[in-house]
Structures are given as structure tokens and as C-alpha cells.
């Protein structure tokens, strides 16, 4: 009746090994490393580089725990902050031979000290938060009227294309802060330009506008679409953030909007905010233009990956923002390639300009702190539109470079740092203390009077409440969540939730003592009686928590992600381990006469005396 089969065993011990061994990670702490990774998209960090700062380090007599390459950057880890600084300083002399114009960003760091073997069982510790960890915040402001002015750029060449395809006559396109202004030679002209693009750009109101004996059209955007073209501005500008700092392996970033033109930034664990700037100031933005062979006629001239110098046009064929997706490919001749897609909007543009321009070079240039660079120059082949492929003489590993910065370099419009603050290592420790501390008091104090209201069921309550407790930070580090300040309270709240499922077990055992059952069938019938009142209770609680992880954000969601986790733990832990628990106690006693529950009081309200059989307590009532 109280036998658990060895196969439930099996898995309680698994289980119980599993949590240690994932939450053990968490109690090794940090130590200060050192990461460099490169200071523009366009620069790579690989091997090389990892062999080049052992080479650094080991010229200045630094031995590093370790130098590792992550596959975004690489990062050396030191025993103290000393030699973290010394390295962080010879490093940056060796990598960065022009200090005005620096290659790679070496930046002060926290990493685990978990060992290798855990690390290889992807037994790996919490992210910590920012109020945890420490580390940057940012508030910054999106420039509203830069992406409006990308927008109007865009209808520009748009409405320049349509024109021409139509073969309709204009004199020039002017644009003004909030849409276009079209110059016709007559009235006739005028009627049919204005018929084409309120066609083709439904978001602009066209009129008639003559003056000065001048023929004109005048296209404004309507307010809605000011604020739909705003609005994917700032997400579009999430997105790249996401992208770019997830590139440069911070832990566990938070990026998010607020507001209407405003972005947070938060990057724990990064203790010097200059070069947190360095790493916002990555983001980029794309352009597709024509390259014009004369650069002394060029509109711009910009320098190329490979070396060299390439002159633009000046009209901008396709944004970053038009991009759909870019990826690694191989053409139709088994070369290396990387796969287009662009909007039907900039498909269109895009057609047009290649069907004119046949055999003519056309350059990727990704601008970065307001200097570009052309990451690919290729020839026009043939006319293509919303779908085509960059080919040229590369390898794949650089087609997937190149896919990856024409992914990731679009930003829609330029940002602004307007506030930003720093939480030290020694206020996010501070934190953690008090935290493990609220949780640790909150333990003691459930134990004592679960062990003395309850006896030896109050015993296995508590072991089972711990192991709880391990399933749950395992859990976390398993999923690799982020613990903030809300999450820790989380911990705390659902070690008293959980605790009231034994009580509940222990109470309908008691009830079943009382009720003159022998004390094997009490604890089966205590534990299959509790069970329905027990996931009643967690389920409503689980949907309490699943709202506000569907509809919170920030620290909300924090607390809610440990909160659902803790209430799926308590449910196993309460039920499953503490029968277990109960099961290999007593469950091999044949005629057991008593179970150490504490005091079971008798129907008349008078108790049984401590050792006295149950159902001789019965007969006396």
C-alpha cells in the first residue's frame, strides 16, 4: 500500500542528483575577466585573435585561468582585479595600435568560476539581474525626425522610379520634413504624376499646388502614417539593439521600449559604462547605392573591406529597414553566396534600377558613427527584384559574415544616449545578501514549526521543502533565467506555498487517525485525499501566474517566470518526494501501531496519550 517500486526511486534520486549538480554553479561566484571583441561589425574576432591576446598576455608575464573564443568574442579569465586591469591595459595597447580609430573594444568583465566539467554539462549558473549583479543602465532617445527623413527619402526614390517607369516627365523631387514635393512641366504631366503616385503611396495626400508660374504636386504624409513609420522605427531599433549586443555576448541584456521614442538598455554585469557606450555605438545603419567610377564626381566616398576606396551615387536604392532576411547560401554554380530578400516596395526599386544599370557595380555600405563602408561591391548581372543573390570571389565563412552584418546592421533611425547609470558590484552584492537571507530565515523559520508541530512528518516536510527548493534554482539555471531582486521574492513566497501542501497531507492523515483508520491506510488515503485539494489550489495559483507572465513585463515578469516555475516544483516535491520519503520510513513496517504526527486529537476534543495506538484511542472515546 505505502510501497513506492524502485523505478519511482530511481527517478527521485535522479532527480535529487540532477538539482545539486545544477545548482552547485550558482555557489562558486565570479571572477574578473577581460573580453575583447571588435569595435565595428566589420571586424572579426576569431582564432587569431585568441592566440594573439595569449601571446600579449604571456609577454607581460600574466598567466590567465583561461582564454576562451565563444564564437562572438573572447574572453580571459584572471584570479584578481589587479591583474584584470593590467591585462585590460596591455591588451589594449597591443590590439589597438590607433587608439583615435580603435579596432576592438577590450572590456572589464565578470565570468563564472564554475569548473570546466560542470560547464561541459551546461551546468552553468542564473544570469544575475542588474540590481543583482551590477552593471549599466542606458535611456535612450530615438531620433523621430531622422527616421521620418529616411522615410521621405525612401518615397523619393520610389516616386523618382515610378516616374520614370511611366515614362512621365518631371522637372526634380524636393523633399521637405514631412513629404515631397514633385516640379512638372504642365498641367497634363501633373495629372498623370499625381493619378501614378497616389496610386502607388497610398500613406501621401496629393494636391495641385501651382506657384510662381511653376507646375507642381505637393504629397504629404497623413498623420497615421507618421506615427506607423515612427512606431517601426523604435521596434526595428529594439530589434538591431537585441541583435548587436547579443553578438558581443553580454549576459542576458534588457532592451525594451518606453515610451514612444525612448529605449532602456540595461547590460549587467558590464562595469565600465564608456566602453558600454562602444558597444551601443556598434549599432548601424544599411544602404544599397550605385557606385559611381569617378570619385571625384562621387556624392561620397567610402572605403572598402578589402582595402581601397569606392565612390556612391547619391540616390539610395534600398535601407536596412527594407530588408526581410539575408542569409548564407551557395549559387546555382556551387559558389558561395549570400540570399537577398527586400520588401516589395524596395523589390520594385530594386528592379528598376538594376533593368538601367546592367554591368554596373552596385555596393552593401554599412554606416557605423557616421562613417560608412562598403562591405560587398558587385556587378549588376541581370535585372532582379525583391529576391536575388551577392556573389563574388568569397569563402563561406565570409558569406556568412557578410549575411550576418547586412542581418544585423540595419538601424532605422539614429539613437541618442540621454540618461545613464551605474549599479556596482558592491550594491548587487548587497542585494544578493539580503535576498539569500530572506529566503534562508524564511526556511529556518518554516522548519522549527513544521518539526515541532508535526513531529517526524514535520521532518520529512522540510527535507522535502528544500528539495523544492534545489529543483527550483536547478531549474533556473538549467533554463539559463535571469534572478532579479522580484524573482528572489518569488523564491521566498513559494517556499510558504509550498509548505501548505504538507500541511494539508498531514492534516488529512491526522483526520484519518481520528477517524479510527489503521495507520498504513491513514497516510495512503491522507496522501490520495490531499492530492485533489492540493492541484486544485496550484492550478488557480499557476493561472494567477501565467497572466502576469502574458501581460507583464520588466521586474513583473521576473517574478512571475519563479513564480510558475516554484508552483510546478511544490506540486512534485510536496506530493512525490515526501510520499517517498514517508513510503521508505514506514512503508515496510508491517503492523505499524503509531506515526509520529504530533498530537491527533480525539472526537471529544480530549488527545490520545504520545504513543498510544489509534485504535485503542478510538475504543476509550
Request: overall charge neutral; charged content about 20%.
Amino acid at each position: 500500500m505505502n510501497r513506492y517500486p524502485l523505478w519511482k526511486y530511481l527517478i527521485l534520486g535522479f532527480t535529487l542528483l540532477a538539482g545539486l549538480l545544477y545548482t552547485l554553479p550558482n555557489f562558486y561566484g565570479e571572477a574578473p575577466a577581460v573580453q575583447i571583441s571588435g569595435a565595428r561589425a566589420t571586424v572579426k574576432v576569431d582564432a587569431e585573435v585568441t592566440k594573439l591576446v595569449e601571446q600579449t598576455l604571456q609577454s607581460v608575464q600574466i598567466t590567465p585561468d583561461y582564454v576562451r573564443f565563444d564564437g562572438n568574442s573572447v574572453r580571459a579569465r584572471f584570479d584578481n582585479i589587479d591583474t584584470q586591469i593590467k591585462a585590460r591595459d596591455a591588451l589594449l595597447k597591443a590590439l589597438n595600435t590607433d587608439p583615435a580609430d580603435p579596432r576592438y573594444i577590450v572590456a572589464l568583465n565578470l565570468v563564472s568560476r564554475t569548473p570546466e566539467w560542470m560547464a561541459g554539462l551546461r551546468a552553468l549558473p542564473m544570469y544575475l539581474g542588474l540590481d543583482l549583479r551590477g552593471g549599466v543602465h542606458f535611456l535612450m532617445e530615438v531620433d523621430m525626425r531622422g527616421a521620418l527623413r529616411q522615410a521621405i527619402d525612401t518615397y523619393s526614390s520610389d516616386a523618382r522610379t515610378a516616374l520614370r517607369e511611366k515614362r512621365i516627365r518631371f522637372t526634380g523631387i524636393v523633399r521637405e520634413t514631412n513629404g515631397l514635393t514633385v516640379t512638372l512641366p504642365d498641367a497634363a504631366e501633373a495629372a498623370k504624376a499625381r493619378d501614378l503616385l497616389f496610386e502607388r503611396m497610398p500613406s501621401m495626400t496629393w494636391t495641385r499646388d501651382d506657384a510662381e508660374g511653376t507646375v507642381r504636386i505637393i504629397g504629404r504624409l497623413s498623420q497615421q502614417a507618421i506615427t506607423e513609420i515612427q512606431n517601426q522605427a523604435v521596434t526595428q531599433n529594439v530589434e538591431t539593439l537585441h541583435k548587436r549586443v547579443n553578438e558581443l555576448g553580454v549576459s542576458e541584456p534588457v532592451i525594451q521600449r518606453q515610451g514612444l521614442d525612448r529605449v532602456v538598455v540595461q547590460l549587467p554585469g558590464v562595469q565600465d559604462p564608456a566602453r558600454a557606450k562602444d558597444i551601443l555605438g556598434r549599432t548601424a545603419t544599411l544602404q544599397f547605392r550605385l557606385v559611381e567610377p569617378d570619385t571625384a564626381t562621387a556624392a561620397e566616398v567610402v572605403p572598402t573591406r578589402g582595402g581601397g576606396n569606392v565612390g556612391l551615387k547619391r540616390d539610395v536604392i534600398a535601407t536596412g529597414e527594407q530588408l526581410k532576411q539575408a542569409a548564407a547560401t551557395i549559387d546555382q554554380d556551387q559558389r558561395p553566396a549570400v540570399s537577398v530578400k527586400l520588401d516589395d516596395v524596395a523589390g520594385r526599386n530594386m528592379r528598376n534600377v538594376t533593368r538601367e544599370n546592367l554591368g554596373k557595380p552596385m555596393a552593401i555600405v554599412l554606416y557605423e558613427k557616421g562613417k560608412g563602408e562598403a562591405l560587398s561591391v558587385a556587378t549588376i548581372q541581370g535585372e532582379f527584384g525583391t529576391d536575388f543573390q551577392i556573389t563574388g570571389n568569397f569563402t563561406p565563412q565570409e558569406t556568412a559574415d557578410l549575411a550576418l552584418l547586412t542581418r544585423a546592421g540595419a538601424l532605422a533611425a539614429p539613437m541618442e544616449i540621454i540618461e545613464e547609470g551605474t549599479i556596482g558590484p558592491s550594491l548587487g552584492a548587497e542585494n544578493i545578501a539580503k535576498g539569500f537571507n530572506s529566503v534562508l530565515y524564511g526556511f529556518i523559520a518554516i522548519a522549527v514549526f513544521m518539526c515541532a508541530y508535526y513531529l517526524l512528518f514535520g521532518v520529512f516536510s522540510t527535507i522535502a521543502l528544500a528539495f523544492n527548493l534545489l529543483c527550483l534554482v536547478a531549474v533556473l539555471s538549467l533554463l539559463q533565467a535571469t534572478l532579479t531582486l522580484p524573482g528572489m521574492a518569488a523564491i521566498a513566497l513559494t517556499l510558504g506555498m509550498a509548505i501548505d501542501a504538507n500541511v494539508l497531507i498531514n492534516e488529512r492523515v491526522r483526520e484519518e487517525l481520528r477517524n479510527g483508520a489503521p495507520p498504513q491506510l491513514a497516510i495512503h488515503k491522507g496522501y490520495e485525499m490531499a492530492w485533489g485539494t492540493i492541484f486544485d489550489s496550484n492550478v488557480t495559483t499557476l493561472i494567477a501566474g501565467i497572466a502576469l507572465l502574458t501581460f507583464g513585463s520588466g521586474p513583473v515578469r521576473g517574478f512571475a517566470v519563479v513564480h510558475c516555475i516554484g508552483i510546478l516544483t511544490s506540486m512534485f516535491s510536496a506530493v512525490m518526494f515526501s510520499r517517498g520519503l514517508v513510503n521508505l520510513w514506514y512503508g515496510r513496517q508491517k503492523r505499524l501501531k503509531s506515526v509520529s504526527i504530533g498530537t491527533v486529537w480525539r472526537p471529544d476534543g480530549t488527545k490520545a496519550k504520545p504513543g498510544t495506538d489509534v485504535a485503542e484511542a478510538r475504543t476509550e472515546a
